[in-house]
């Protein structure tokens, strides 16, 4: 029997190049001929945030299944984190995005037809939630080199139309030949020490990916409770640097003895200049960031 119960399905038409317009038809078919039609509501999005307020309005549903990327996610998961405990609806994703780094997390299938079949048949996993500087994050919060490839990334991809691992890696070879810049930053996880050090990519993951499935943190799991923080250290060149974005595709790049790990429950790092930042693949701004974990805050279908 399915779980989902009462359906709000938050679509963004505009995600993957557009791409999310039909997808919503084909995911509100196929759902409601499982459901019922009268169990599906639809709504689309118009335009940045919109996914945020319809989540945030939706305590009367079950379910709120959110179809895009991980930028419409990122959106309804913070509309849900506004709602009561007792209110909030549980999330399910149809990924229709570029990275679609929560569902690879989820290891929900990037076709509607798949993703709507598995959605249909799923359980419910308590995951945990990030929070930053007051915003939810469902996958991933990087500053710096990692952050500027995503960040350029998304403009690239509004320019050329570009999707996919090529995009994300003719950007990551720019920003590495470019911007290939060290950064001072004091960290304290939990209730330790404040540590000193430099960095050229500083990750902090719920799940393991990100950029469109480098699996940064690799032991990440999403209902541990715990922070994963992958940071690397210079001196690291852009011949170095290369080799271990490539190495991260795969997760190998755990062995460089460039590469510090940590786990956390929070943490509150300082940079003496504000960074490229990006949550969940949107750009978030400040120098200071706090953040701390909200054990099994979402109710998931997976
Ligand atoms: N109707 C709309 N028109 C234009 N942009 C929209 C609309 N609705 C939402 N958006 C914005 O589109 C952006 C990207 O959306 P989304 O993440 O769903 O797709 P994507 O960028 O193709 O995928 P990914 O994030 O996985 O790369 C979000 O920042 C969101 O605010």
Known sequence: MSLLGRVLLIANPAAQSGAGDAAADRAAELLRAALGADAVTVARTAGPRHACALAKAADGADTVVALGGDGVIHEVVNGLMALPVVARPQLGVIPVGSGNDYARALGIPAQVDKACARLLHAKVRPVDIGCVNGEFFAETLSFGLDAAIALDTMERRKRTGKSGTV??????????FHHLDERVYRLQLDDG???????ITFAVQMGPYYGGGFRICPDASLDDGLFDLCISNPPIGPVGAAAIFLRAKNGNHVSSPRMEFHQARKMRVEFDEMPPAQVDGERIEASVFEAEVMPAALRVLQ
């Open 167 to 176: 995009l994300y890696m003719a950007s990551g070879f720019d920003q590495l």
């Open 193 to 199: 020490p404040v540590m000193q050090g430099a960095s």
